[in-house]
């Protein structure tokens, strides 16, 4: 480990007047996982896309093998020997080709021979060249999967098949964007598998993740960035109470951790209230059990599962966004069975969707008009929107869930992912709410937005609300729930208070049945 | 959190598209993307004052608004359209449509103006509700099926009046004398005067206010905005999405079919070409719209500027002598320029919801 496989020096990058990266030095070494953490906003993002050429005209020198080499295309950067992963999968997959072709894509794109040969697609190096691909991987995908359209691949999957055409080029350095962020435990522990396969091979590591357990899992050295300059640079085993204070500054104060230095600091359980949703004999999966359920009032319910297990159709169908398979539902002891979204609103049932930019973000819309859209109704006279009020709305909004931003009328989409959240999240938490769905709320937020938007969730639910958290990642959840429900194909294996139950007890409701490692 | 921790009243100004370019030159794109096309206009309509004369006269300054009145109405129909994400490529062939349906009930069926007016804006009513059927109920991709309507429209009218142009008193395929005629009430339509103003361009200003306080200030045009902006993210916040595409597609319509009527009136026949070049002048004077003062969303005020920018440009080359091809040329670098503002040079809303408009700052 004597020579970094790539070091950079003084690497800086400005948009326009503003440094987002400040004169980063790195080095990182063969066979190492190096972890890169950081806030939303911090140059984690950017420190990424220059090592993948995306951004050629940043400050600094960038050496593989000692060699000194320029990214100035995502071609190049590959060629020089730093493949990466970026945090959306789908925009590492080509749809409409098989898992082969996808698989040996890099080829298809750029053949390595020239000639007419080389425009010709033949079926059989396809397949020759996937299948080495998955063999570097030790993934065990028969014919027949390499022959299926990749949209048939699951997340996690289509998460390893980008993995392995990353590393099909025997890169010296392999860069991973947030790879977990989609995935549940049980996948994401396939993922590690493989990169400490690729450790052992002698492969340098980059992985960036918001995840503090995935890197004490796996990571052999953690680098903090803050405002564009590495501010902590440390080896495993991780002291989080040092780390975490150079990654979040002053404002690790104001969000303090609990004794282990990761979980949130002790807080006051919230008892049931009073039952606001009785679900019977409700059918979440087409095939799974008909279930009975209460959610009560005043507490924070955390519903732990995988992605498919039914957690968003227990949401969706709160809201009159999607239908069950069967049963019916009662609200404060009346039927619930709203038609659209609208009446559920009216209802008092809110669903912040799990998909930010897909879901709940308008393009070009301010932060004012992205909070009031649901509430027209009641901010219009006779049909016209009363835009005083609702920019006094927006404003008192922003400062609630302190939203950095220079104003309300500000496009959402200038805002960082945590900011953005706060806005979506925030919309939802008003006053007479009844029944609040956080669906996935903390998928990529960094670990103060993380607080704040489990804080005022809290807070909603002491105000009275039934509030569901609904994630795949059991520590979000048990840091905010008061009682934590486990699904698994459309049923509850275990349904316990938070104060009562070990994380251990949580996890293995929920990982014993999660399917094994070929795509579905 | 952004980067700013440290200082949490300010975040950083929206990145570039990823190239560094000098905040000078960042300004000009800017006053560029968001003042070029007034520039344009306003220097065009100073050369035509200055250089002829006869420009000058207020009868020509109304002429203006009168040609562009059924463009400027179309194109307000498509600019709704075009709020909710879609595309209205049935306005020509309603309005042509419009024009012979006036025509036929007016002569053949000899009914008065008033009542030939009802028939015509319900005609462009129940083509609007073909065109969202299509869209919202059957699922086909706007742009197919507004063009599937195109045809349809286009075929029904001839079928209605067998291929020909109808005009007042003219002689049915039975040899008698058509028993109606284009009433004065209807020629009102495009050739009277409330006052010193004549008719199409009050319409013209009554319906661009309606368009504008619709789409700007009330509750339903911010709704149809928001199902154009993201479809899913507005049915999450209980927006009734389907009923809001349905009313833009019928609102289109009916705005068609004004603009056919102001047509009619004009030719003061029910013309079977009429409104043939309607169709890619209202779109187009509609995506002009949307680059104009650089909002890159489609809006009223816009379209209506866009529709008076290629009236000026054809009254004043026809005046100048040049032939109606040439401004077809013209009309095409217009629309190029718009198209190049709202997607090149903009950077304003063209940022995906999640990716911060650089993908720079994360």
Known sequence: MSTAAVSLRGIGMSFGAHRVLDGVDLDIAAGEVLALLGANGAGKSTLIKVLSGVHPGHDGTIAVAGTEQRMDSPLRARRAGIATVHQRVHDGVVPGLTVAENLAFDDLAHPARRGPSSVLLRRREVMAAARTAVEVLGLDWSDAVLRRDVAELGISDAQLLVLARALVHRPRLLVLDEPTSALSAAEAERLFTVVRAQREAGLAVLYVSHRLGEVDALADRAVVLRDGRVTSDSRAPFRWDVVLPAMLGERAAAHPVGADGIGPPPREALPPGEVA??????????????????????????????????????????????????????????????????????????????????????????????????????????????????????????????????????????????????????????????????????????????????????????????????????????????????????????????SGVPRETVVAAFSATSPGGTPS | MTSSATTPTTTPAPPGAGSRVSPGLDRARELLVRYGFIAVTIALIGWFLLSEPNFRTSDNLYGLLVYAAPTAIAGLGVTIAMTVGGLDLSVGAAAGFAVSLAAWTMVVQNQVGGVAIGVVLLGGAVIGLVNAALVVWARIPDLLATLTTMFAVMGLKLVLVDGKSISSRMTLDDGTTAPGRFTEGFLWLARGDIGPVPVPAVLLALVAVAVWFLLERTRHGRLLYAVGANAEAARLAGVPVGLYRSAAYVLSGVLASVAGLLLAARIGQGDVSAGNSLLLDAVAVALVGTSVLGRNVPNAWGTVLGAVLVSVMVVGFSMKGLPYYVQDVAKGAVLLAALLFSYTLSRRRTALPGQPAAGGAE
Do not use: C
């Open chain 1, 277 to 498: 949703v009785r679900l019977r004999g409700v059918r979440l999966l087409p095939r799974s059990p008909a279930l009975d359920l209460d959610l009560h009032a005043g507490q924070v319910t955390g519903v732990v599962g995988l992605l498919g297990a039914g957690k968003s159709e227990l949401a969706h169908g709160l809201f009159g966004s999607a239908s069950w398979a069967g049963g019916t539902a009662e609200l404060d002891g009346r039927p619930h069975a709203p038609r659209s979204p609208a009446a559920a609103v009216r209802a008092g049932v809110h669903l912040v969707p799990e998909d930010r930019a897909g879901q709940a973000l308008l393009p070009g819309w301010s932060i004012a008009r992205t909070l009031s859209l649901p509430f027209l109704g009641e901010l219009s006279r006779g049909g016209v929107v009363d835009r005083s009020t609702e920019g006094a709305r927006g404003r008192s909004a922003v400062d609630r869930f302190g939203v950095v931003t220079r104003s309300e009328h500000t496009d959402v989409g200038e805002l960082s992912g945590g900011n953005q959240q706060k806005v979506v999240v925030g919309r939802w938490l008003v006053p007479g709410v009844r029944v609040l769905l956080l669906d996935e709320p903390f998928r990529g937020v960094d670990l103060g937005a993380r607080r704040d938007i489990g804080g005022h969730a809290r807070d909603a639910a002491r105000a009275g609300a039934a509030v569901v958290v609904l994630s795949a990642d059991v520590d979000e959840v048990l840091e905010v729930a008061d009682r934590v429900l486990v699904l698994v194909d459309g049923a509850v294996t275990l349904d316990a208070p938070v």
